[in-house]
């Protein structure tokens, strides 16, 4: 088959950037989605939009899947006979769980196919930008045979033969992204209640949500177990949020989310270590 030639399966916004990044660099490119109408755009600047799913996966060894969950992964490519799956290489960029990614690459195989997972670290307008990156797990053989297609995309971070791997990242890093974010929208929620605009705290918010420091300085402490309190005490950490808490409450602004960051402080307080780190919840959290 075709090394330049490629299905897209799904066409949110992140199935159609990807889609169009395939046909920016010359690729022949076959889309298919369950409401027809979202092909139009990429039809217009020449791609082929199949007529059923099976039609989809006859075209090219290479299918790229781009969907909300595993489940409509199953409900898409189970439209297709079992033997349409023989023979392609499926590069699984859809979100959902490390044993999801598992079972789905069991199912694959048993239907003669590759099963490569994904996990994408850029929103959609990032397709396309070598600087950007994806997760991929799952056998290496297929990666490196597909790695110029995989690139048109984004880099490569290739992490290694398990296939629940680039999922259990993803998710990670979806754990803290998604945490961080809501943290800045209710800071600015209590911004907005005091008269402070977006723009006025936007360099304030950048500095206090750039990590990396702490981040390099607790991993290695992490792993050996090491939680002394020299630096930061976990006392200091429950004073603290009681004044985040009482001051959105004195602004009017809801306190679910501090509250339950209070909670997990105090938890860990009352299992003994108030005088550790903050990252003795480490342990509180599994215990």
């Known amino acids: 088959m075709n090394p330049t030639s490629v299905t897209v399966i799904g066409l949110g916004p992140m199935g159609k950037a ?51 969950d595993y489940a409509a992964m199953y409900a898409i490519l189970e439209q297709a006979p079992s033997a349409a799956l023989k023979g ?5 960029l859809t979100s959902d769980t490390p044993d999801l990614a598992r079972r789905a690459a069991a199912w694959a195989a048993e239907r003669g196919a590759v099963h490569i997972t994904g996990g994408v670290q ?17 056998p ?13 995309l984004t880099g490569i971070d290739y992490l290694g033969e398990d296939p629940g791997l680039a999922a259990l990242f993803y998710q990670l890093l ?9 943290s800045y929208v209710h800071a600015m929620a209590v911004a907005d209640a005091n008269g402070v605009s977006a723009a006025r705290l936007l360099p304030h918010a950048s500095k206090a949500m750039d990590f990396r420091y702490f981040l390099e300085f607790y991993a ?27 001051t959105a409450e004195a602004s009017g602004v809801d306190t679910a989310l501090p509250t339950a960051v209070l909670a997990h402080f105090r938890r860990g307080a009352a299992a003994g270590h108030s005088e550790d780190s903050f990252t003795s919840l480490v342990k509180v959290l599994r215990p």
């Open 140 to 152: 290496e053989e297929a990666v490196e045979a597909h790695r110029a297609a995989l690139e048109v």
């Open 18 to 68: 990807m889609a169009g990044a395939y046909l920016d660099n010359g690729y022949e490119v076959t889309v298919w989605n369950r409401t027809a109408e979202r092909a139009d755009p990429l039809v217009a600047r020449g791609a082929h939009r199949a007529e059923s799913v099976a039609a989809a996966l006859a075209v090219n060894e290479l299918v790229v899947l781009s969907l909300t």
């Open 174 to 182: 979806m754990d803290m992204f998604w945490t961080g974010m809501l």
């Open 122 to 138: 850029t929103p959609p307008p990032g397709i396309g930008n070598p600087e950007t990156s994806t997760y991929y797990s799952g």
């Open 220 to 246: 290695p402490r992490i792993d050996a177990g090491n939680h002394d309190g020299d630096v930061d005490r976990l006392a200091m950490g429950v004073a603290s949020m009681e004044h985040v808490l009482h």
């Open 88 to 92: 392609r290489t499926l590069v699984n």
